[in-house]
């Protein structure tokens, strides 16, 4: 199958890459390396011992990924690109508007002069609302707390109707968790700049002594020990799971969510001892109070995307901390100098 991806060669899109390569089908990426490095791609045309295509655009502009799209005529679409901040989403919310929403749209826009049917697309957890307790299955209500959160609702529905625009159109819409951990190989993995916003790459960057140590957010939740609970997936099986969504998404002609979780809720605190324990360094960290803005746990429902799209988390928490740590050994500086 032709694929084109859309952000590509950020963290999740290169592994997805790495995978639809192994899978042997034929890839595309679109990237204007706002948040990643062209080097990404060279080390997953290594890992693969494949080469493909690959352009610098602006997923809004419309002209030229309209020419991308015509030239490569993918038979799916894969759309990662976005910003995806959710503190800095605040302050930057139009621009998040114009990227995240502005963006797909110039998107579906070049798939219908493309003839391209079939789309997936990057949503996240973050649209369930949480006033009910989790686990938040794909029915779960949408209130989304945060302009990131908003772009993404927001997405989802733009798409559902571009699906029910026109016959033979198929969308799927992945609902990501907390994605953790990189390749085993350590060739690719999370490179954020300036100061982690996450809890792994923070952790990862106090062992690495770049930071002195990590703030745990709280420990006064309605959780097992107090610290927040949060549903870590590792970014291997997320990218199988996009797999499983290309098959899936090619024989239907809906618009279909799914929670890409492990349906299991781990602790800051746990994932510090699974951490230490599985490295065998230790994590210098200091509780201070909430981080504003966070709920207490966000743990899927995993039910839909076993039963529909035959998928489920395979690797663990230890898998994803030794492989994120292996990822940060290799590669202090990620894939090259650039804004700390
Ligand atoms: P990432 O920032 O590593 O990757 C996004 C990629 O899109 C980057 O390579 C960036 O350069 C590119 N990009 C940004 N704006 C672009 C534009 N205007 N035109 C072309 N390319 C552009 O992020 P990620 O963690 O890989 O996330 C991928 C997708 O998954 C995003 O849509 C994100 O919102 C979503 N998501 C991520 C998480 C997470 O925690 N990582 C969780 C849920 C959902
Ligand atoms: C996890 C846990 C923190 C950092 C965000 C977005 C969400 C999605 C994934 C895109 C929480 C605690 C964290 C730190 C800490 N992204 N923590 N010290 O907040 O669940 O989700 O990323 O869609 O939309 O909101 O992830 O990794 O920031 O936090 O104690 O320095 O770790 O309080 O309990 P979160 P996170």
Redesign the pocket.
Known sequence: MKVLL????????SHTTLALLRAGHDVFV???????SPVVLDRVRALSGRDFGAAE????DAGALAACLAAFRPDCVIH?????AVAESIPEAVEYYR??VG?TISLLQAMDLAECRKLIF?????IYGTALPPPFAEDHPIAPSSP?GRT?AQVEQIVTDWVAAADHRGAVLLR?F??VGADPSGQIG?DPRGIPN?LMPYVLQVVAGRREELLVFGDDYDTPDGSGERDYIHVVDLARGHIAALDYVMTTEASAAFNLGTGRGVTVREVLRTFEAATGCTVAHRIVGRRPGDVGSSVADVAKAARLLGWCAQETLADACLSGWNWQRRNPDGYGPHDR
């Not at 990057?122 to 973050?126: L, V, Y």
């Open positions: 859309t952000g590509g060669a950020g963290y999740i899109g679109v990237d204007n390396h706002r948040n990643s655009i602006d997923i809004c990662f690109a976005g910003l995806k990227v995240n963006g990057s949503s996240s957890a973050t990131y993404k990501y907390n994605p999370e996450n």
